[in-house]
């Protein structure tokens, strides 16, 4: 591994940290004036957190220490994941330690920490929340591997960067089997990140809401470290998106030590207009029904098979 | 030691038969509770715990045969260990000295069975289950695997008094029997008309395609039977909860695998000529079993049964895996089909240890509160701590997170499904990587499934004013829990020294090897230091280090008090018990998304009822498609056959000369 690598691994987490409260702001902004309203500053979200570090915290009676670790637990599943993005180089020593079920298995941890410590203290908001991340999830996580495995497929190795290389140095053209598992992948982020259709960040109206209802009992230091989570959740999302589908413009392993200078503008144009699609998308649809989103999921993971079945028929 | 004792056999031998020598020991006084419990379950913990290390160090070692010249005449008992044998032996053993370690500190006087007898069946059955292992002939076999069924039954029954735990008995009985049935009749099949049997002679038998396949479903039903395979699997959710919890923990970690190792030792040691694509029969019923068995789990309200259903999934998935192995083998992909081998033994293991462990966890709830229904309990990690975090780190494994042992074997079986495009069978190139869709599909729901456990149970708030008074566990059975979780643990972080020894199973069963020199002791690369590698040990420092430091940073940055005070309930007035989610609640979306498959009744109040109830009740509908008919014909033919049934002496010696006339008429 040259200096450079480390770098870029050392980058691509601060990036992550520094960016992701960023990028929520700008598809908050992007939104806004979608729908004709005054647009927050982009650094809204920092604003929030800060506030919320100059609060008391306040934990409910019964809740256990499982309560109080949850927030830091999902916070670093959020950070570890950021390091195995190839966000912006492929060569990340990171990389061999954890492959792309392992980024799934991450997510997967970090969804049951949530669902556990919306459970612990036993309000009803808790655990509606925790029932309803989960059903979100049971077919959410698979149609992402699904995704995951037709990249896989193509690339023949599990491991993110060398997949997201291996997409990136093929021609330019759009395989068919990536078109479909792209479909796939854009509704497992909305859903994943509790975006609209499935949920909207924006409301606290008790009968639709999934993230915000697990939410309810955190306040100050928890609650930001919730929310910081939840901004790192939605880059890395995009980021995997960026690496499965739109790869080019990253440090790829032939490149010389000038790429990295060029990945990160490239990133910052991808994450602008990547951006600026989620507000179009979330403008353009309205809130399903909960017991709508199973369907939706399973549209989502009948997609990405239908890619593997393509794949593995048209060798595309 | 090792030298005194002699080869490694004969030491595994020596402790098979400590372990008989321990339980006779209880039968000298039944009813004492001190000498069963406080003596001789740690000592057989001790032994498990030692033959788990016999046969661990000799796992790589050429197999070792002995002929002991017990039973009938002509009939010695073969025995023989290798590398598969002692990979199940660790098994065995492992997961025993845990359980036996629980074992010691949990069983009570009560109205069941003396607590000497029942030391004596509990140790019988984990010899039996050794002796299973290392039987090389089906004779021995099929001594010690009824002696297995048998004993385990009397386990189950332990609290004979309750009609409905003699009935879940002889459920069992009545499909360990039938699965022992087809065992028999497959040993009939593998001697290939030598008439020896031998494992040796079976081995060596040729078989045509048809008898091969003959031999292989039997196997598969027998087997299959034994593990709890849909359809065969409904003895299971009924036989789990009747058990007292240690039993039901050896029987779901460790005896279920016994009948994977069975199946293990007839598709790839015994039965040759098999083409490779009969892996499909195991895969697909392995893939429906583990959906199967997840679904059901998710809509159960017993902890216990849904323990048993979980153990449905996890044995399909075993199932899954193996079938997988052979159709890599029939299609000379050696190295994929020892990467599936590999992922079921490591499974194996796996649920050995997390099942048991949650198993015990359960048991230990129960001891407490005297409920096993998710609906009373709640609460319990504040009355229960040690008990509560060490069931989690069972929950967060069975869920298959990194990084976790769990985790570990679906990795692997996924990296084997990802070569399933390549075998070269039409329409099986495709349709086979879509398995590793459903095994994904399958994880998922496992994880939901233990947020509803484990939320239900220790979670949120007591359901009922007695959870109050409930008590931890005992120093022995937090030991024992501890070994468990421990091995969890082990088991998650250093897949990279633990695969390459079951590479040696593989390999040494003539599937294929996984090539050498994967890489230092901390990266799992089974395909080579070049392809697909997880480092569990720095995947979990990382997360670990990120939790550490957003702690110091928080720390340091953060100086505002922490107050407590009481959940938000939106005015509402204080929260009780039952504000919160039912586990039916929280089963309810998949019953709503995976309606068909239950058979529900259902009751829902009207707006008009006085005193509005709602129930439901989720009934399994295999049970009442196949088995319900199934014993109507029974009880119909046995009524015809009762027709002959007089009683009086004067029919029967009236039948025996109309049988002796009708011989001699045919003769003459």
Not at chain 1, 22 to 37: K, P
């Amino acid at each position: 591994m040259r200096p450079i690598d480390w770098l870029t691994q050392v980058l691509e987490v601060v990036a992550a940290l520094a960016v992701a409260p960023l990028f929520q702001g700008w598809v908050n902004q992007c939104r806004a004036w979608l729908q004709n309203r005054r647009a927050p500053p982009l650094w809204q979200t920092y604003r929030a957190i800060r506030k919320l570090f100059h609060k008391d915290a306040v934990i409910a009676t019964n809740a256990s220490p499982l309560f109080r670790v949850a927030p830091y637990v999902v916070f670093a599943t959020m950070l570890t994941a950021a390091a195995v993005i190839p966000s912006m180089g492929t060569r990340l020593p990171f990389s061999p330690a954890a492959d792309a079920i392992a980024l799934v298995g991450l997510f997967a941890t970090a969804r049951m920490f949530l669902a556990l410590a919306a459970m612990d203290v036993g309000t009803p908001f808790g655990t509606l929340g925790a029932r309803r991340e989960m059903m979100v999830g049971f077919l959410a996580e698979p149609a992402l591997l699904m995704v995951i495995f037709v990249a896989a497929l193509i690339s023949s190795t599990t491991a993110l960067p060398a997949i997201s290389e291996r997409l990136a140095t093929g021609p330019l053209v759009l395989s068919p089997s990536l078109a479909f598992t792209g479909v796939a992948f854009t509704m497992v982020l909305l859903a994943e990140n509790g975006r609209l259709p499935i949920d909207n960040p924006a409301t606290h109206l008790e009968l639709t809401m999934i993230h915000e209802a697990m939410l309810l009992e955190y306040s100050a230091r928890h609650l930001a470290l919730m929310e910081f989570a939840s901004a790192l959740k939605l880059m890395n999302y995009a980021c995997i998106g960026f690496a499965l589908f739109v790869p080019w413009g990253t440090a790829t392993s032939a490149a010389g030590p000038f790429a990295l200078a060029a990945a990160i503008p490239a990133l910052a144009v991808k994450l602008v207009v990547a951006g600026a699609a989620l507000a179009l998308i979330e403008t353009a649809s309205a809130k399903l029904r909960v017991f709508r989103a199973p369907e939706f999921l399973a549209t989502a993971f009948l997609f990405a098979v239908l890619g593997m079945l393509v794949h593995l028929l048209l060798g595309a | 030691m090792t030298v005194a004792l002699g080869a490694p056999l004969e030491q595994i031998l020596a402790l098979l038969c400590a372990w008989i020598a321990i339980g006779a020991v209880g039968l000298v006084r039944p009813a004492s509770l001190k000498i069963a419990g406080r003596t001789l379950f740690p000592l057989g913990a001790v032994c498990g715990a030692a033959i788990a290390v016999v046969a661990a160090i000799h796992l790589a070692q050429p197999p070792e045969r002995m002929i002991l010249p017990i039973g009938l005449p002509a009939l010695p008992m073969h025995l023989r260990l290798d590398a598969l044998s002692a990979t199940f032996l660790v098994l065995l053993g492992a997961a025993s000295a845990g359980i036996s370690l629980f074992g010691a500190g949990y069983f009570r006087v009560g109205q069941g069975t003396a607590p000497g007898l029942l030391c004596f069946e509990y140790h019988l059955f984990l010899a039996s289950m050794g002796f299973v292992l290392l039987a090389d002939d089906a004779y021995a076999f099929m001594v010690a695997w009824e002696t297995m069924a048998v004993s385990s039954y009397f386990l189950v029954t332990s609290q004979h008094r309750i009609g409905e735990i003699r009935r879940a008995g002889y459920l069992y009985l009545l499909i360990a029997h039938l699965g022992a049935l087809a065992i028999l009749l497959c040993f009939g099949v593998l001697q290939g008309g030598s008439w020896r049997f031998t494992f040796d002679a079976m081995r060596a038998a040729h078989l045509s395609g048809g008898w091969a396949a003959a031999a292989f479903l039997l196997a598969l039903a027998g087997f299959g039977a034994k593990a709890g395979l849909v359809p065969l699997h409904v003895w299971l959710p009924e036989a789990h909860p009747a058990a007292p919890s240690p039993v039901s923990a050896l029987m779901s970690g460790v005896m279920l695998k016994i009948a994977i190792y069975g199946m293990l030792r007839v598709a790839f040691d015994l039965l040759h000529g098999l083409p490779g694509w009969w892996g499909l029969v195991p895969v697909a019923l392995g893939l429906f079993s583990a959906l199967y068995g997840i679904v059901f789990a998710a809509a159960q309200t017993d902890m216990k049964r849904l323990l048993a259903y979980s153990s449905i999934e996890n044995v399909g998935i075993l199932f899954t895996g193996l079938g997988l192995a052979m159709v890599f083998r029939g299609a000379a992909m050696p190295t994929v089909a020892a990467l599936a081998l590999v992922a079921v033994l490591y499974h194996a293991l796996n649920h050995a240890f997390m099942k048991s462990l949650l198993f015990l966890g359960t048991g230990s709830v129960l001891h407490s509160t005297g409920e096993r229904n998710l609906g009373r309990l709640g609460g319990l990690i504040h009355r229960m701590p040690w008990v509560a975090w060490l069931t989690l780190v069972g929950v967060l494994a069975i869920a298959g997170l990194p990084p976790l042992n769990g985790f570990v074997s679906e990795w692997l079986l996924l990296q084997a499904f990802l070569h399933a495009h390549e075998v070269p069978y039409p329409f099986v190139d495709m349709l086979l990587p879509l398995g590793a869709g459903m095994v994904a599909l399958v994880g998922a729901l496992a994880g939901y499934v233990m947020v509803k456990f484990y939320g239900v149970v220790f979670l949120g708030q007591p359901r009922e004013p007695s959870l109050a008074r409930a008590h931890d566990a005992g120093r022995t059975e937090r030991a024992g829990l501890a070994w468990l979780a421990l091995g969890c643990v082990a088991l998650g972080l250093l897949p990279a020294t633990i695969v390459p020894a079951l590479g040696t199973v593989a390999s040494s069963l003539g599937v294929g090897s996984l090539p050498a020199g994967g890489g230092p002791w901390w990266m799992l690369a089974p395909l080579g230091p070049q392809s697909i590698s997880y480092a569990p040990p720095v995947f979990a420092g990382t997360v670990i280090a990120g939790v550490l430091l957003t702690m110091l940073v928080v720390r340091l940055t953060y100086r505002r008090p922490v107050r407590r005070a009481p959940p938000w309930t939106c005015g509402a007035g204080p929260l009780t018990g039952r504000t919160q989610d039912t586990a039916e609640g929280f089963g309810q979306p998949i019953r709503h998304f995976f309606t068909p498959w239950f058979a529900m009744r259902r009751s829902l109040p009207t707006p008009f009822d006085a005193a509005p109830r709602y129930s439901v009740e989720i009934g399994d509908r295999i049970w009442r498609a196949l088995y319900e008919p199934l014993a109507g014909w029974v009880d119909r033919g046995a009524a015809i056959c009762a027709v002959f049934q007089r009683g009086r002496i004067s029919t029967y010696l009236l039948y025996a000369l109309a049988t002796l006339c009708l011989l001699l008429a045919l003769v003459l």
